[in-house]
């Protein structure tokens, strides 16, 4: 299984940000993508994930409201864009596999840093 996560950079406060998370190297029948962040000295939390089948989506309160995920189907990749950024969103933001619905990750993209910073 390979999670190729891109669209990190530096934006300023109040800006915007498209990440993207490709999968490939499965073929598993009911599944979801998730989302993480960890910031600096902090542990690794939720930030979205999507039902691929249904299309259903889930949001943790920090970014609801301000960061909208979304899938292309055919190209088996997902999408988080994130809006009104403010500098505590700043991390290294990860995507992730639950291969069964079962709320487990065992599989990991690398990773694409986030700085909301002026």
């Known amino acids: 299984v390979q999670l190729q996560a891109s669209g990190g950079g530096l934006v300023q406060p109040g800006g915007s940000l498209r990440l993207s998370c490709h999968a490939s190297?499965?073929?598993?029948?009911?599944?979801?993508i998730g989302w993480f962040r960890q910031a600096p000295g902090k542990e690794r939390e939720f930030v979205a994930r999507?039902?691929?089948?249904?299309?259903?989506?889930y949001y943790s309160d920090s970014v609801k409201g301000r960061f909208t995920m979304s899938r292309d189907k055919a190209e088996t990749t997902s999408y988080l864009q994130m809006s009104s950024l403010k500098p505590e969103d700043t991390a290294v933001y990860y995507c992730?596999?639950?291969?069964?619905?079962?709320?487990?990750?065992?599989?990991w993209g690398q990773g694409t840093l986030v700085t909301v910073s002026s």
């Open positions: 999507i039902r691929w089948g249904s299309g259903v989506i």
């Open positions: 992730t596999i639950d291969p069964n619905n079962g709320g487990r990750y065992p599989y």
């Open positions: 190297g499965f073929e598993f029948d009911e599944f979801a």
